[in-house]
């Protein structure tokens, strides 16, 4: 059957900002169906708040409203627009919810709006933790024995009926929300209250727990013709007890029997009938028994694209939303042709001849006295995926790519040796518990113990004891007697460079020569969803150890865009919306792009983004040899935050060159010495300061710079580790852990501006000329960090003098560090008088939201500038001023509710929005203002 060609056009609902549980995933769902759609003809409408994504650029779709995810901005576009249908499974739990308010309201009705990719029968069924149970009784699924609680009697008595641990899960809830385990009965009364609180019908599904078991999941797509299809087969490392989102993963399911899979299977698909009659895809959640019976149990079902859906796609190369949408518009699965291998229909289930890893990454560090205990509620704001030939090496690249200071699982010299902490670790997992698993295997503890402790599959553990035992056969030798077989199976069992000069005492330069003199180089393999059944012509490669390369390098003039890694706070989707226009620029300007990412969420990792993408670690090892392979023009470094940054003093080292702004720059930005003597050289004021090396001398420099101080390590991002200091008791022990955390990096002073305000410019500069793209006023005052301000673009209260010493400045800067393409600034702003707080030479956090209120792509602009095919006055800048664009951090508070809820120079915020006003009485922007005169009061 051929599309609906009554859909001529389709309102797609988005995620809204990112927050713990629902994160930059659906800037890829969505981004990918809008795509899909267009290109069938029907013109794409989308609203999401969310400024700093791809989904709401308008290179994605014909209309884009950035507006609050409400009612009453759906009204507004169904009188503006003629909409035929809705598509609210792209747009994660807040779509969903959004679409159902609306449809009891009478609103899609009103307006002659159908709803397709999922029905309101399902939505209901599956969020309805009470209806959900009720059905999978009626078709003979198998669930825990549980209960629904709509009060807090109800919860007590069930809980006496079951007895402990209990899982309690919310209603019509995202990330797990409100969810947690219960041990103990003197914990549940809080937890059961906080449940019923999260929930938005004040309604709890109370579950026997079944700690230990095993986790799966599948992702399928359904036909209107009944067709359905499993794109993949999912295995939670962790078992029952954490939320997927916070458990390592596996893909596909290692440790399943086929019988076993065949019944899930057979579940899965009789679940996804029984819930609604649609075409779309769906998530399903099942538990196994850890024994031989392997009993399985229904946990739930989403009837939309899931944060799986993106891991799903990114680990076979199958387009979920892609094809979903079309599935959503009338086509059926076999008669969507070329879609993925180029060779076969859409209907067809993914062979996978590699297996993949997903780790999630977690920032704990930013909620001081925080629960790091996981859970069932989601705590984690990013992940990782790896993909190798084993599980082994997959695991190796995932921990190679996490970016927290680990060479990879171990052999790195940063084991823990305490025993009573390692077998508390293993008992109650946290975001460390595989090291964790690590050590106590190097330390002696006996495999069953941990399997006891931990309930983690033998197999797994027996892959890790294996990986120890061949770390403790290289250990005996040294380079020069480590045997080529010893090295090329360490190799291919994903260990780092790094982690061998450890093990045989060494240079990281001297295994890499070794290996490559014996011939023991990096190939690429082609991610091809068929286990190379068929041809497939997807550009999308992971690398391995081996002798066939699938890889081939044309002569054509080409650029690598380095991406951010996985998410963090600080570092967030922002940089993927500049890694993408980047791309899409470079393309433009007839270079082949190839980008190298190992984030699964986002849209620079979508096979359909670059022209080729290495699925890899952004981790040097692995970045230099694909530019060996490649052979670049260059390396852009200015896109992907500070985990590009940090790679360019060995880009420079090693003769790579760095497109746009060279090494010396960015390292003169960072280096505060060097960059206050520019300062000073320009007649330009900054805050005094002074480097430290120890405790003693901070408390020397303090006298000299007067408290209130800021102090905080070089070459970092979101803040981390800032602090402000009020006297040297406080001076001392921060300078004391900070020295012990980053050793490598150096620890600045500043004298803190108290009572400032603050402010921040964007600019492209091409090393000569300067364009101000846009100045921003921070709401509240110096001492909160950027990223959680309340900013206003232009600022609305600044003087013209101030803003023409901030416009001088900026001009000034950029011109003096050589900049080529974008610059961030920040700027304090204390009695008329402008300082530099610091200049990041790079892509900000900021310039996907001016993008988005100027209605102007900065991005594709200045990535022109770098690769040298524009100058700044080549462009015809138009932004489009009206009003005011107001930048609202959003926090995921909800997650750590034993946390003060403070602010200060360390990032906490985990997304953004965008509000517009026309004016300054604006009724938001009031009391956003009344509350930053009511902080200062204080």
Same mark, same amino acid.
């Given at each position: 059957?051929?599309?609906?060609?009554?859909?001529?056009?389709?309102?797609?609902?988005?995620?809204?900002?990112?927050?713990?549980?629902? +994160?930059?995933?659906?800037?890829?769902?969505?981004?990918?169906?809008?795509?899909?759609?267009?290109?069938?003809?029907?013109?794409?409408?989308?609203?999401?708040?969310?400024?700093?994504?791809?989904?709401?650029?308008?290179?994605?779709?014909?209309?884009?409203?950035?507006?609050?995810?409400?009612?009453?901005?759906?009204?507004?576009?169904?009188?503006?627009?003629?909409?035929?249908?809705?598509?609210?499974?792209?747009?994660?739990?807040?779509?969903?919810?959004?679409?159902?308010?609306?449809?009891?309201?009478?609103?899609?009705?009103?307006?002659?709006?159908?709803?397709?990719?999922?029905?309101?029968?399902?939505?209901?069924?599956?969020?309805?933790?009470?209806?959900?149970?009720?059905?999978?009784?009626?078709?003979?699924?198998?669930?825990?024995?549980?209960?629904?609680?709509?009060?807090?009697?109800?919860?007590?008595?069930?809980?006496?009926?079951?007895?402990?641990?209990?899982?309690?899960?919310?209603?019509?809830?995202?990330?797990?929300?409100?969810?947690?385990?219960?041990?103990?009965?003197?914990?549940?009364?809080?937890?059961?209250?906080?449940?019923?609180?999260?929930?938005?019908?004040?309604?709890?599904? *109370?579950?026997?727990?079944?700690?230990?078991?095993?986790?799966?999941?599948?992702?399928?797509?359904?036909?209107?013709?009944?067709?359905?299809?499993?794109?993949?087969?999912?295995?939670?490392?962790?078992?029952?007890?954490?939320?997927?989102?916070?458990?390592?993963?596996?893909?596909?399911?290692?440790?399943?029997?086929?019988?076993?899979?065949?019944?899930?299977?057979?579940?899965?698909?009789?679940?996804?009938?029984?819930?609604?009659?649609?075409?779309?895809?769906?998530?399903?959640?099942?538990?196994?028994?850890?024994?031989?019976?392997?009993?399985?149990?229904?946990?739930?079902?989403?009837?939309?694209?899931?944060?799986?859906?993106?891991?799903?796609?990114? +680990?076979?190369?199958?387009?979920?939303?892609?094809?979903?949408?079309?599935?959503?518009?009338?086509?059926?699965?076999? %008669?969507?042709?070329?879609?993925?291998?180029?060779?076969?229909?859409?209907?067809?289930?993914?062979?996978?001849?590699?297996?993949?890893?997903?780790?999630?990454?977690?920032?704990?560090?930013?909620?001081?006295?925080?629960?790091?205990?996981?859970?069932?509620?989601?705590?984690?704001?990013?992940?990782?995926?790896?993909?190798?030939?084993?599980?082994?090496?997959?695991?190796?690249?995932?921990?190679?790519?996490? %970016?927290?200071?680990?060479?990879?699982?171990?052999?790195?010299?940063?084991?823990?040796?305490?025993?009573?902490?390692?077998?508390?670790?293993?008992? $109650?997992?946290?975001?460390?518990?595989?090291?964790?698993?690590?050590?106590?295997?190097?330390?002696?503890?006996?495999?069953?113990?941990?399997?006891?402790?931990? $309930?983690?599959?033998?197999?797994?553990?027996?892959?890790?004891?294996?990986?120890?035992?061949?770390?403790?056969? *290289?250990?005996?030798?040294?380079?020069?007697?480590?045997?080529?077989?010893?090295?090329?199976?360490?190799?291919?069992?994903?260990?780092?460079?790094?982690?061998?000069?450890?093990?045989?005492?060494?240079?990281?330069?001297?295994?890499? +020569?070794?290996?490559?003199?014996?011939?023991?180089?990096?190939?690429?393999?082609?991610?091809?969803?068929?286990?190379?059944?068929?041809?497939?012509?997807?550009?999308?490669?992971?690398?391995?150890?081996?002798?066939?390369?699938?890889? #081939?390098?044309?002569?054509?003039?080409?650029?690598?865009?380095?991406?951010?890694?996985?998410?963090?706070?600080?570092?967030?989707?922002?940089?993927?919306?500049?890694?993408?226009?980047?791309?899409?620029?470079?393309?433009?300007?007839?270079?082949?792009? *190839?980008?190298?990412?190992?984030?699964?969420?986002?849209?620079?990792?979508?096979?359909?983004?670059?022209?080729?993408?290495?699925?890899?670690?952004?981790?040097?090892?692995?970045?230099?040899?694909?530019?060996?392979?490649?052979?670049?023009?260059?390396?852009?470094?200015?896109?992907?935050?500070?985990?590009?940054?940090?790679?360019?003093?060995?880009?420079?080292?090693?003769?790579?060159?760095?497109?746009?702004?060279?090494?010396?720059?960015?390292?003169?930005?960072?280096?505060?010495?060097?960059?206050?003597?520019?300062?000073?050289?320009?007649?330009?004021?900054?805050?005094?300061?002074?480097?430290?090396?120890?405790?003693?001398?901070?408390?020397?420099?303090?006298?000299?710079?007067?408290?209130?101080?800021?102090? $905080?390590?070089?070459? #970092?991002?979101?803040?981390?580790?800032?602090?402000?200091?009020?006297?040297?008791?406080?001076?001392?022990?921060?300078?004391?852990?900070?020295?012990?955390?980053?050793?490598?990096?150096?620890?600045?002073?500043?004298?803190?501006?108290?009572?400032?305000?603050?402010?921040?410019?964007?600019?492209?500069?091409?090393?000569?000329?300067?364009?101000?793209?846009?100045?921003?006023?921070?709401?509240?005052?110096?001492?909160?960090?950027?990223?959680?301000?309340?900013?206003?673009?232009?600022?609305?209260?600044?003087?013209?003098?101030?803003?023409?010493?901030?416009?001088?400045?900026?001009?000034?800067?950029?011109?003096?560090?050589?900049?080529?393409?974008?610059?961030? *600034?920040?700027?304090?702003?204390?009695?008329?008088? #402008?300082?530099?707080?610091?200049?990041?030479?790079?892509?900000?956090?900021?310039?996907?939201?001016?993008?988005?209120?100027?209605?102007?792509?900065?991005?594709?602009?200045?990535?022109?500038?770098?690769?040298?095919?524009?100058?700044?006055?080549?462009?015809?800048?138009?932004?489009?001023?009206?009003?005011?664009?107001?930048?609202?951090?959003?926090?995921?508070?909800?997650?750590?509710? %034993?946390?003060?809820?403070?602010?200060?120079?360390?990032?906490?915020?985990?997304?953004?929005?965008?509000?517009?006003?026309?004016?300054?009485?604006?009724?938001?922007?009031?009391?956003?203002?009344?509350?930053?005169?009511?902080?200062?009061?204080?």
């Amino acid at each position: 059957m051929p599309k609906d060609t009554s859909i001529k056009s389709v309102l797609i609902i988005g995620s809204g900002p990112i927050v713990i549980g629902q +994160a930059c995933e659906f800037d890829y769902s969505g981004s990918q169906s809008a795509k899909s759609l267009r290109e069938e003809g029907i013109e794409v409408t989308l609203i999401n708040s969310n400024p700093a994504t791809i989904m709401t650029d308008k290179v994605t779709a014909d209309n884009i409203y950035l507006l609050p995810l409400e009612v009453k901005s759906i009204i507004k576009i169904l009188e503006e627009q003629k909409i035929d249908a809705v598509l609210p499974t792209m747009g994660g739990q807040t779509a969903l919810n959004l679409a159902l308010k609306c449809e009891d309201m009478g609103i899609w009705k009103k307006y002659n709006v159908k709803m397709i990719g999922v029905d309101i029968e399902a939505i209901k069924v599956t969020e309805d933790r009470d209806l959900f149970r009720i059905r999978m009784e009626e078709i003979g699924v198998a669930m825990a024995p549980s209960k629904i609680a709509k009060s807090f009697l109800e919860g007590k008595s069930i809980a006496q009926e079951f007895g402990f641990p209990l899982v309690i899960r919310p209603s019509f809830t995202l990330g797990g929300s409100g969810g947690s385990v219960v041990y103990e009965k003197e914990n549940f009364d809080a937890l059961l209250n906080r449940g019923l609180q999260t929930s938005p019908i004040h309604e709890v599904l *109370i579950d026997k727990a079944v700690l230990g078991w095993k986790e799966y999941e599948l992702e399928l797509l359904r036909d209107k013709n009944d067709n359905v299809a499993i794109i993949c087969s999912i295995e939670n490392f962790d078992p029952m007890g954490v939320h997927t989102g916070d458990s390592i993963t596996v893909a596909p399911a290692m440790t399943l029997s086929d019988s076993t899979y065949q019944k899930m299977r057979t579940m899965a698909i009789k679940m996804m009938r029984s819930i609604g009659n649609f075409a779309g895809g769906c998530n399903v959640q099942f538990a196994v028994s850890d024994d031989a019976k392997e009993e399985i149990i229904a946990i739930e079902i989403n009837p939309r694209v899931s944060r799986s859906s993106a891991l799903a796609s990114k +680990a076979t190369g199958y387009p979920i939303a892609r094809i979903a949408s079309k599935l959503a518009i009338g086509y059926h699965l076999d %008669e969507l042709i070329n879609q993925i291998t180029k060779s076969t229909s859409a209907y067809f289930e993914p062979t996978l001849d590699y297996v993949i890893v997903k780790i999630p990454r977690w920032n704990f560090d930013k909620f001081k006295g925080c629960n790091r205990e996981l859970g069932f509620q989601m705590k984690s704001v990013g992940e990782v995926m790896a993909i190798g030939r084993s599980f082994q090496e997959a695991l190796q690249k995932a921990c190679q790519s996490l %970016e927290i200071k680990r060479n990879g699982l171990g052999a790195d010299g940063k084991e823990i040796t305490d025993q009573a902490e390692l077998l508390r670790a293993l008992e $109650r997992p946290s975001w460390n518990r595989l090291f964790m698993i690590y050590d106590a295997m190097k330390m002696g503890i006996s495999i069953k113990t941990i399997q006891k402790l931990t $309930r983690i599959d033998m197999w797994f553990l027996q892959q890790i004891e294996e990986m120890i035992a061949l770390e403790n056969e *290289i250990e005996k030798f040294d380079l020069k007697s480590l045997s080529k077989d010893l090295l090329y199976e360490a190799k291919q069992k994903g260990y780092a460079d790094r982690q061998i000069a450890h093990l045989v005492r060494c240079k990281e330069s001297e295994v890499y +020569a070794k290996r490559n003199d014996l011939g023991i180089k990096r190939v690429y393999k082609l991610v091809d969803t068929c286990a190379a059944e068929f041809e497939a012509k997807t550009p999308y490669y992971y690398s391995t150890f081996e002798d066939e390369n699938e890889s #081939v390098s044309s002569n054509k003039k080409k650029v690598v865009i380095l991406g951010s890694g996985p998410n963090r706070i600080g570092q967030g989707i922002e940089f993927d919306y500049s890694c993408v226009h980047g791309v899409l620029a470079a393309k433009e300007c007839g270079y082949e792009t *190839i980008m190298i990412n190992c984030n699964p969420e986002t849209v620079s990792t979508d096979f359909s983004t670059a022209d080729k993408l290495y699925f890899e670690p952004v981790f040097w090892e692995h970045i230099y040899d694909i530019i060996l392979h490649e052979k670049p023009e260059g390396v852009i470094v200015q896109l992907g935050g500070q985990t590009a940054l940090k790679l360019a003093e060995k880009l420079d080292r090693y003769g790579i060159k760095i497109i746009g702004t060279d090494f010396k720059s960015l390292d003169l930005a960072e280096d505060r010495g060097s960059f206050s003597t520019l300062l000073k050289n320009n007649n330009i004021p900054y805050p005094e300061f002074g480097v430290i090396e120890d405790a003693e001398e901070a408390i020397t420099l303090s006298k000299r710079l007067g408290f209130p101080l800021l102090v $905080r390590p070089s070459y #970092v991002l979101g803040g981390q580790s800032m602090k402000i200091v009020i006297n040297e008791q406080e001076l001392e022990q921060h300078v004391v852990k900070l020295l012990n955390d980053l050793p490598d990096n150096k620890v600045l002073l500043d004298h803190f501006l108290q009572g400032a305000i603050e402010a921040e410019a964007d600019a492209i500069c091409d090393g000569k000329d300067v364009y101000i793209i846009g100045i921003m006023e921070h709401i509240e005052p110096a001492g909160i960090h950027s990223g959680d301000s309340y900013a206003v673009l232009p600022p609305f209260d600044l003087s013209a003098d101030v803003i023409k010493q901030i416009e001088q400045h900026t001009r000034t800067i950029a011109v003096a560090l050589n900049t080529v393409g974008l610059l961030n *600034i920040q700027f304090a702003v204390k009695d008329g008088k #402008v300082y530099i707080i610091e200049a990041n030479p790079r892509a900000s956090r900021t310039v996907p939201f001016i993008a988005k209120a100027y209605d102007e792509p900065y991005v594709n602009y200045a990535t022109k500038v770098m690769l040298g095919a524009k100058k700044v006055k080549d462009f015809k800048f138009a932004p489009r001023k009206i009003g005011y664009a107001i930048k609202i951090p959003v926090f995921s508070y909800e997650k750590f509710p %034993e946390i003060q809820k403070e602010l200060g120079p360390e990032m906490k915020s985990t997304g953004e929005a965008i509000y517009f006003i026309d004016n300054l009485q604006d009724e938001f922007f009031q009391n956003v203002y009344s509350e930053r005169n009511l902080y200062l009061s204080k």
